[in-house]
Every structure is written in C-alpha cells, then in structure tokens.
C-alpha cells in the first residue's frame, strides 16, 4: 500500500476543487492506497496537508487548474494534472503518480508466494526552478491588479520558474518583495498602468509592460523578462546601474507604457480615494436637508467642509500632482501640486489640472536631465533648485497663458453638459455606457471613466452614474444568462458566473473579462448594448452619482445617487438586454466532459460550506 499526498485547486475553487478532491479520494481506497487530500477553495485552504503527511508520502499529486506552491514537497516525486484529469481518469492519474500501470489490480492476501514489492520510484533530479519577481498595478488596484497576478503566476508555473508577485492595490502593496527575493531573481516584471518606483530593481533585467498584456499575454510577458540582456557585472563600465535599467539600456519599457496615458492614469489612481470620501461624505451631509449644510455651526456644514471643501478641494492638486511624479518622479511633486492648486483656484477644474501636472512634470524632469552641477552640490537639484525654477514655471503659465483659455473651456463644457436634456443627453449616456464594456477596464473603459469622475469636482453628476450603471451591466448580464441559458456555457463558466454576479454588483467590470476573452465576437458586442442602454436610461431620467465607486453598495447611502427608483431601473434594464444579447447570440456548447462525475459526487459536496460569493 502506497501513501499518497495531493492538493486540489480550480479557478472559483468550488465545484471542480471538490469534485477531484473527492474522486482522488474514493479510487485511492478502491486501488488500495492510502491519500490526504488538501482542496485550496474559495473558502480558503481545508483538509491541510501536515508535515508529518508529506514526509510519509511516497508521491505528490497536483490536480489544479491555477498556481499553486509546491516547495513544501521538495524531494518528492510531483505529478502535476489539472482537476478536470483528476475527476475523469483518476485511476490513472494515481497510478501515473505512483509509477506503475493504473490497470493492474491492487494488491490482495492470496495464498500464493508474495511478489516482491515493487522498488519505490526514486525521485528525479529536477533543477531548482529559478526565481521572477514582479509587480501588477493599475488605476483603482481592484481587478486588474490581481487578476494579472494570478496570470503571471500560472505561466511562470508551466514554465518550471517560481515566481513573487507584489500587488500594488486599493489598499497597498501586498505580498511585498524582500530584498532577498530581489537579489535572487532572474528577471523583474513591471505590469503597471500607473507610476511605480523601480530603483530597487538596479543592475537586474527589468521589463516594463501594461497590466492588461500581463492578463492576457503572460508567457509572452515572461519570455520577453527572461530574452533581456544580463545586466553588466557591478563595477563595470556602466557604472550608473539604475540609470541604464530605466532609461531602457538594460531594459526594455513599452513606448505606449511610458507615454500620457500612464501618467494620467497615474493620477487618477491616487485622486479616486479624495473623490470617493469626499462624495460620500457630502451626500451624507444631504441627509439632513440639501440645503442644511448651510446652516453654520451644524453638523451638515461639517460635513460639507469635510467633503466639498477639504476632500474635493485637494482632488485637482493631488491629480496633477501624481501626474507630475510619474512623469519626473520626486521632483516633480511641488510643481504638481502648486499648478494644481492654482488651476482649481482659478476655476479650470480637471482639465487645468491635468494641463498643469503634465506641464509640472515635463518641466521638471527637462531642469533634472538639463542642469549640471559639481558633484558635491548636486544635493540641491531636487531640493531647491528643480522645486524653485519648476513652480516659477508652471505657476506664471498656469495665471498669464494656460489657466484663463483651459477654465473658459470647463466652464463651457460644464454648462453644456448640466443642460443636456432629451436626445443629447441620450446620446451621451449611451456612448459612456458602450465605451465601458468596449475593452472591460482597459484603456477606452478607462477614458469614459476618468472623463467621469473629473466632472464631479464641479458638480456634474450624471455622466458619473451612467458610467456606473454601465460599467455594472456586463458582469451582471452574464451571471443571468449563466442561470437562464446554463447550455450556452462550460461548468467552469457557470460557476464563474456566480463571481460575476458580485463583482457587478460591485462595480468591478472586469468580472466579465474571462468570458469576453474566450468568445469576444459574441460577448463584447451583447455587452455594449445592454451597457448603452444602461447608460442612455440613466442620463434620460437625469440620476445623478456622487460618489465614483461602490455599485449598490453606496445606493445604501441618502442621496448618494438620485432618483433611486429611476436608476436602479435603468440597471436592470441593461442587465436584460445584456442577457437577450447572449441568448441570441451565444451558441449551445458540448457537454462538459468534466461535469459526468457530477451526480456521483453529489453526496459528497452537498456536505461541503456553501462558498461565501464575496467577489473581489
């Protein structure tokens, strides 16, 4: 009798995690094996398998459809198999794992003269897999950056390398690299649509790309990484390591990567938490009254101050400034923020001040490349002389030349936009809401977005909820058409499907990405439309949002969105166009192999926690 180990993971972590746990689980016995077996889900890691397990352990199996870490099982011999070959040819897979022919029967107690047992296979040699490291982010750091992680992991998987990826997210850097981690890597990936700092990274291959290839072109990100040409031995004649890294000598940075769009972007980012507080902040102070902040001395005037003047008074500085930083780094903070203070004061909104952190940060980064000074004052470049020159700049530009033509503008596209009524506004809603499920979070979803939210700094509200309402139809659209028409999807689909539905919920687009990318001629097409219309009702009933996140879960919030009923309509409305649209268009798929098992194991599962549904 052989001791087995093996571990269990699919991408929702529900039906086909359990499905093989359970399979590998009966055929082991029914073989006459002894297995533990550990199901990674979407309620965490249950069944763990203990040391003492994987030291007993004759063979490790790895039935898993996403990244898992297997260096707990260094000196064992490994076969890795998804969970699908795990449900439907178990016997095998076992004794593939135990190497031995699956179709001989176990052994038994027969009175015959014993067989000698079968010698143990002896681990194989396999070379240490070597080490990547790399960082996802992008603007708000909720779906993207994570799903690029998980891309990234599973290529480097297949492709025998180990790899630690730090997210860059809503809430910070999580799993951060070590300096270790760095000194060991092969190569550095940057998957970022927004600023990150890459002078840890000096003397190693870096490569910088967009978050969105990371998702979708991970092995080919990976290869890229690892084709750079290895960095000059320190002390060599490239003596300015970082400078080369990042100027592209010893690296390889995407044209697109470094141009406006990730600087805006850049922006944008560290903007929305001001513009989310800020929002929700003053429609709270609407609860007592849409004019009661004006009472001094009360608490809706608090609240007010906190939110429209305070939060909503930093949105256009921090805007330009990041702009600037990602454009000349450090130094190009103070005449980022100061042209942005200066543009908002002077009443040019988000447009003065992303004419003014593009300025600040061009500016900045020419006196930094340009002026040359003796190595013992080169100190007082970044501290005095860039933020001086810089701000001069920028601030003389922004009062004589740029700041009076850029506000006229704002004021005129601000104008223009709060007297939209009727078939104009219509049509505005509808190009927002098409442009949303356009590309699910990439760079066209991007601009209706940001478009958006710079509009509420000066009181424009309904582009910003029908950009919502659109951006919730897709992922919403397919989690109905996976209950309403389950034939039209994959078991995987179905199940993922589900997620969608929270993520919708949630206002998370890029639930609907797995979908679009395996049939984008049929889904992206059914989810503009329903994203159209979405976004066409909510500008004709005139709803208006003021806060630039949260889907329902802010409709929660007084007058955060108003009307209520009418919006909440015009969502539903999208959702079930979305939904025709797949009917008609998606066809019937195969029976999915791996769903045959399904009634065998149905004992088994029903047992199992119900998974929780939380999307992230």
């Not at 178990?90 to 107690?109: F, M, Q, R, Y």
């Not at 809503?170 to 060991?184: C, D, Q, R, Y």
Request: some cysteine; proline content about 8%.
């Amino acid at each position: 009798m052989a001791k087995l180990v093996a571990v269990t993971a699919c991408p929702t972590g529900i039906a086909h995690t359990v499905m093989a746990a359970e399979a590998l689980r009966r055929t082991a016995v029914l073989m006459g094996h002894a297995i533990a077996v550990e199901t990674q889900g979407s309620n965490g890691v249950q069944t763990p398998l203990s040391a003492a397990d994987i030291a007993a352990a004759d063979a490790v199996i790895l039935a898993t459809d996403i990244a898992v870490d297997d260096s707990r099982f260094a000196g064992k011999p490994i076969l890795r198999t998804s969970t699908a070959a795990a449900i439907r040819d178990t016997k095998s897979v076992i004794g593939n794992a135990l190497g031995h022919d699956p179709a001989a029967p176990p052994e038994t107690a027969a009175p015959q003269p014993a067989p000698k047992p079968a010698p143990k296979p002896a681990p194989t040699a396999v070379r240490s897999p070597g080490l990547l490291v790399a960082i996802t982010a992008c603007p708000t750091g909720i779906a993207h950056t994570f799903m690029a992680a998980e891309a990234l992991k599973q290529a480097a998987q297949a492709k025998g390398y180990r790899i630690k990826v730090e997210t860059q997210g809503s809430v910070g850097a999580k799993n951060a690299l070590t300096e270790e981690e760095i000194a060991e890597a092969e190569a550095v990936i940057i998957g970022a649509d927004t600023h990150v700092a890459t002078d840890r990274f000096a003397g190693k291959r870096l490569l910088k790309t967009s978050v969105g290839e990371a998702l979708k072109q991970p092995a080919r990100v990976i290869d890229e990484a690892l084709a750079l040409p290895a960095p000059a031995a320190p002390g060599g004649a490239a003596a300015p390591a970082f400078a080369d890294a990042v100027s592209g000598a010893k690296a390889r940075q995407k044209e697109a990567q470094s141009g406006p769009y990730k600087h805006l972007l850049t922006g944008v980012s560290f903007m929305l938490p001001l513009v989310v507080a800020g929002g929700l902040i003053i429609a709270l102070s609407f609860v007592f009254g849409i004019e009661a902040f004006k009472e001094p001395g009360t608490l809706p005037a608090a609240l007010m101050q906190i939110g429209g003047e305070a939060a909503f008074g930093l949105m256009v500085p921090v805007l330009a400034g990041y702009i600037a930083y990602s454009i000349a780094d450090r130094p190009g903070l103070a005449p980022g923020f100061i042209g942005g203070m200066l543009a908002a004061k002077i009443g040019a909104g988000f447009l003065g001040g992303i004419v003014a952190g593009f300025l600040a940060g061009y500016i900045a980064r020419w006196l930094r490349d340009t002026i040359r000074l003796p190595q013992n004052l080169e100190g007082l470049k970044p501290v005095l002389i860039i933020p001086l020159l810089g701000t001069l700049a920028v601030g003389l530009l922004m009062i004589y030349v740029i700041g009076t033509p850029v506000a006229a503008i704002m004021n005129g596209l601000t104008a223009f936009l709060q007297s939209m009524t009727g078939a104009n506004a219509v049509a505005l809603g509808a190009l927002l809401g098409a442009m949303m499920a356009l590309d699910m979070g990439g760079p066209v979803n991007k601009a209706a977005y940001t478009f958006a939210v710079g509009l509420l700094a000066s009181n424009t509200y309904t582009p910003m909820a029908a950009v919502m309402a659109a951006g919730m139809t897709p992922p919403l659209g397919l989690a109905l058409a996976t209950m309403i028409v389950p034939s039209r999807f994959t078991l995987q689909e179905r199940e993922a499907g589900k997620a969608a539905g929270v993520l919708g919920l949630a206002f998370i687009t890029e639930g609907a990405i797995p979908f679009a990318a395996k049939d984008p001629l049929r889904v992206i097409p059914a989810a503009m439309a329903g994203s159209a219309v979405a976004g066409a009702l909510s500008m004709w009933f005139g709803c208006g949002l003021r806060a630039p996140h949260g889907g329902v879960f802010v409709l929660a919030i007084p007058n955060a969105v108003a009307p209520l009923a009418p919006y909440v309509l015009a969502i539903v409305a999208g959702t079930i166009v979305t939904t025709l649209g797949l009917m008609i268009l998606k066809r019937r798929v195969d029976a999915d192999p791996a769903a045959a098992p399904a009634l065998d194991t149905a004992a088994a599962t029903s047992t199992s926690p119900a998974p929780s549904g939380a999307g992230r």
